[in-house]
């Protein structure tokens, strides 16, 4: 019965977060941890694998497709690999009443911050970054929309790996996915176009969690009634979620989100403190 | 309209590896999901039970179902939420497999930057799969 809930919650997460822009585990984990009554645990190791499997799906696709780059994600992946782990290690050490605090905290912040970022769709790079000429972090990528070929470079690229250590913590330490920051992340500071950004970060996120995903693995906190469900929903409603983009407004889906967001973050707050 | 770019050999393969992977990982895990809640297959945590088992901490729940952290699972594969880890594991299995894949062809084409980056990675991912990183615990 509960994963049958699961199913039913996660499918229409999976609709509501493609539209939105999200990836499913930044719904998935306040909400089921506010509102469901299992242990927070099992909640990060299900919200990882939901995280995880969706962008392996996605991943084929998207390089075929010439929307991600594989020079980009190496280095960015082996950053927020490494500090994911990590996250992972000090997420499971900590209290869970003190983890549903700071997560209902991290919520809140990323609810403001979906609201507050902005985003562009080419942005002006005017000097790549020694580090990016020496990686050889450049390439033309195809956009399906208008049938054209964009050229692309990057800049700020040790601030960007910088900026993936502490996004790959969070994800572990609250096994969410990281979209919501990988995106703005790689668009705004190191000057990726938008739709490579998206696709990029649905790859980079792919390996954190797997790193994540493991740790959670070997500690007994992945159940499976609780998280296969999930997964197999999310992936369902994203698919659906994805048809839907040409009949539903993102912005108004965006703003349900944002509200869902802010709604399940307090609730996962005052849970935390005891309310 | 121009036409879609050629696409580095290395991508293809890493796209090719990663989506039969997963393909197999998402088979499995659907299977074992299956065999695990229709009551074909034992469960080392029996499903009436688990109400109660899942409101606990991972440490309370291991010690409850006499289950240990680690690979230790894999001792148990004729149990159905066992069998499920599996699959959850094989999907976990899909970046390691596609990273390594793609380390050759970064050699032959002498990027060694790219095929260290790889095999880092691999190495940290492969680190976390091991289990070694639970320092004893739980």
């Known amino acids: 019965m509960w994963s049958l809930g699961m199913f039913v919650v996660c499918f229409f997460m999976g609709i509501a977060a493609v539209p939105a822009g999200v990836g499913g585990g930044v719904l998935f984990v306040p909400i089921v941890s506010g509102f469901f009554p299992f242990h927070l645990d099992f909640v990060r190791g299900a919200g990882l694998l939901v995280a995880m499997a969706s962008t392996l799906s996605a991943g084929p696709s998207l390089l075929r497709n010439g929307m991600a780059s594989l020079r980009l994600v190496m280095p960015l992946a082996l950053s927020a690999a490494l500090s994911s782990m990590a996250g992972a290690m000090v997420g499971l050490a900590l209290p869970a009443q003190s983890v549903q605090i700071l997560l209902g905290l991290a919520i809140l912040t990323i609810a403001m911050l979906m609201m507050l970022s902005n985003k562009s769709e080419f942005p002006h790079v005017p000097k790549p970054d020694a580090w990016s000429r020496y990686l050889g972090i450049h390439g033309v990528f195809h956009d399906v929309v208008s049938g054209r070929n964009i050229p692309w470079r990057v800049h700020r690229t040790p601030a960007g790996i910088a900026l993936f250590l502490g996004i790959g913590f969070l994800g572990g330490l609250f096994g969410v996915g990281a979209g919501w920051a990988n995106v703005p992340g790689l668009n705004l500071m190191m000057g990726v176009p938008l739709k490579l950004a998206a696709a990029s970060s649905s790859l980079i996120l792919s390996v954190a969690s797997a790193s994540a995903t493991w740790y959670y693995l070997n500690s007994g906190a992945i159940l499976p009634v609780i998280a296969v469900p999930s997964v197999i929903g999310m992936m369902m409603g994203a698919r659906i979620g994805a048809h839907l983009l040409t009949v539903l407004n993102p912005t108004v889906v965006r703003k349900v989100v944002i509200a869902a967001l802010l709604f399940s973050g307090l609730r996962s707050l005052l849970k935390g403190l005891g309310y | ?138």
């Not at chain 2, 179902?65 to 594969?77: E, Q, R, V």
């Not at chain 2, 066992?82 to 990273?99: E, R």
Request: hydrophobic fraction near 50%; charged fraction near 10%.
């Open chain 2, 1 to 138: 309209m121009n036409h879609l770019p050629p696409m580095p050999p290395e991508e293809k393969r890493y796209a090719d590896v990663l989506h039969w992977g997963s393909l197999a990982g998402f088979v499995m895990l659907v299977a074992a999901f299956l065999l695990y809640v229709t009551g074909t297959l034992d469960a080392q945590a029996p499903l009436d039970q688990l109400p109660r088992l899942w409101k606990l901490p991972t440490a309370d729940y291991l010690a409850a179902t006499h289950g240990a952290g680690g690979w230790h699972w894999i001792t148990s594969l004729d149990k159905g939420d066992s069998l499920s880890l599996l699959g959850i594991a094989l999907l976990s299995a899909c970046p390691i497999v596609s990273i390594a894949a793609v380390i050759p062809l970064y050699l032959r084409e002498k990027n060694y930057v790219y095929a260290v980056l790889c095999l880092m990675t691999a190495a940290v991912l492969l680190y976390a799969a091991s289990g070694m990183t639970l320092f004893g615990h739980p």
